[in-house]
């Protein structure tokens, strides 16, 4: 189990926006940071703090947060976005362990 | 560029012992708190062990404490991983991620290697 909660799939139209979201008590006190895995690769930081995108990640990706739940919001979606995204935070006691959410596979459509 | 390649992964039997290795590459290795994470075939993300930058530090998930031991060794850039008493459980894809530091979040793992393949198979 996971301190974190997902939506295990989500689904999107070519060019439409999609919101995916992440659960946990510890959110209300930390942000979230998320990954892009896309099949065959290593996971990609696409999201980190209030709302900071790496460096080479298309400003269409954007982040928010409101009380317990993060959300990381893909603005006119393109087919390269299908992957599957995992959050990440401090665990419920908030100490140092780390934690991840389950993971949402996201089909464009 | 940052690069990080891991090594030493492969086939073991239950029980048994591996240790992985990580080599660091285009920035200050010292300066910089390291990760494992793990993936299970088909599965999530596992968050597994934490070195802080100068190893003065170790932290580790519930379902590996006791049995892992993360080290560094920052004159030769490499991080390590000792796996012992090895499991089925532990089969999985073990990447080693640089760790990025911003107020009130938790750990952001902002550069990846591609990871090592661990199967433990009787």
């Known amino acids: 189990s996971s301190d974190l909660t997902q939506d295990p799939a989500v689904s999107v139209a070519l060019g439409q926006t999609v919101r995916i979201t992440c659960q946990a008590d510890?959110?209300?006190?930390?942000?979230a940071s998320w990954y892009q895995q896309k099949p065959g690769q290593a996971p990609v930081l696409v999201m980190y703090?209030?709302?900071n995108r790496p460096s080479g990640i298309p400003d269409r990706f954007s982040g928010s947060s409101s009380g317990n739940t993060a959300s990381l919001t893909i603005t006119g979606a393109q087919a390269e976005d299908e992957a599957d995204y995992y959050c990440n935070s401090r665990d419920s006691n908030g100490n140092h362990l780390g934690v991840f959410g389950g993971g949402t596979k996201l089909t464009v459509l | 560029q940052v690069q990080l390649v891991e090594s030493g992964g492969g086939v073991v039997q239950p029980g048994k012992s591996l240790r992985l290795s990580c080599a660091a590459s285009?920035?200050?290795?010292?300066?910089?708190?390291m990760h494992w994470v793990r993936q299970a075939p088909g599965k999530g993300l596992e968050w597994v062990a934490i070195i802080w930058s100068d190893g003065a530090a170790t932290y580790y998930g519930d379902s590996v404490k006791g049995r892992f031991t993360v080290s560094r060794d920052n004159s030769k850039n490499t991080l390590f991983l000792q796996m012992n008493s090895l499991r089925a459980e532990d089969t999985a894809m073990y990447y080693c991620a640089r760790d990025f530091y911003s107020d009130r979040s938790g750990y952001i793992f902002d550069y990846w290697g591609q990871g090592t393949l661990v199967t433990v198979f009787s």
């Open positions: 703090g209030k709302n």
């Open positions: 285009g920035f200050r290795f010292r300066d910089y708190g």
């Open positions: 510890s959110l209300r006190r930390y942000y």
